[in-house]
T-cell receptor, first 113, second 115 residues
Framework: AQSVSQHNHHVILSEAASLELGCNYS??????LFWYVQYPGQHLQLLLK??????LVKGIKGFEAEFIKSKFSFNLRKPSVQWSDTAEYFC???????????FGTGTQLKVEL | ETGVTQSPTHLIKTRGQQVTLRCSSQ?????VSWYQQALGQGPQFIFQ???????GRGNFPPRFSGLQFPNYSSELNVNALELDDSALYLC??????????????FGPGTRLTVL
């Protein structure tokens, strides 16, 4: 069955620390990958997406993610986090040409001043 | 803001009742997907509507049904509510359901509580 795993459920960082959130997927064939963020009291927002091409994808607010096909991973990174990055982060995957997004369980990130 | 709106914001129902949730898609989008997000979980796909036809369904029972209108807005109906149906229901709109580069944009959700 298709699935997405996020291994870090809660992460606490100090401002200016570097961030890496793990995401692994199990899909055969072509896969589309996404990271969404949910700030407190707000709706899910798209951070970045990967369809094909350059495996290093840059998104909004200084976030980036790297697609590593051999590891079935799509980890999210940011060199220096800010207090305003406190939010829940969801990785999602979709089989190429499909319509259903499969989400991970989310990672709650707290950035302390 | 994505331009996707949902109503109502919150809803309280009792077991056995029926509920209708509504979603207006972003301008220019013809596809609406519905997701259920239980507390502490990621969203789970319920179904998708593309140009007024169901275009894929997740592992939800038939008492979860939907509709899409000619203006591409959509409804999610849940019959015979159960306690486990308590969740945040998310609507996502996109430009072309099923296309390889389709990207879904989410609304704020409707929080349903079943007592």
């Amino acid at each position: 069955a298709q699935s997405v795993s996020q291994h870090n459920h809660h992460v606490i960082l100090s401002e200016a620390a570097s961030l890496e959130l793990g995401c692994n997927y199990s899909y055969g064939g072509t896969v589309n990958l996404f990271w969404y963020v949910q700030y407190p009291g707000q709706h899910l927002q798209l951070l970045l997406k990967y369809f094909s091409g350059d495996p290093l994808v840059k998104g909004i607010k200084g976030f980036e993610a790297e697609f590593i096909k051999s590891k079935f991973s799509f980890n999210l990174r940011k060199p220096s986090v800010q207090w305003s990055d406190t939010a829940e982060y969801f990785c999602a995957a979709r089989g190429g040409g499909g319509n259903k997004l499969t989400f991970g369980t989310g990672t709650q990130l707290k950035v302390e001043l | 803001e994505t331009g996707v709106t949902q109503s109502p914001t919150h809803l309280i129902k009792t077991r056995g009742q029926q509920v209708t949730l509504r979603c207006s898609s972003q301008s220019g989008h013809n596809t609406v997907s519905w997701y259920q997000q239980a507390l502490g979980q990621g969203p789970q796909f319920i179904f998708q509507y593309y140009r007024e036809e169901e275009n894929g369904r997740g592992n939800f029972p038939p008492r979860f049904s939907g509709l899409q209108f000619p203006n591409y807005s959509s409804e999610l109906n849940v019959n015979a509510l159960e306690l486990d149906d308590s969740a945040l229901y998310l609507c996502a709109s996109s430009l072309s359901g099923g296309a390889p580069t389709d990207t879904q944009y989410f609304g704020p959700g409707t929080r349903l509580t079943v007592l």
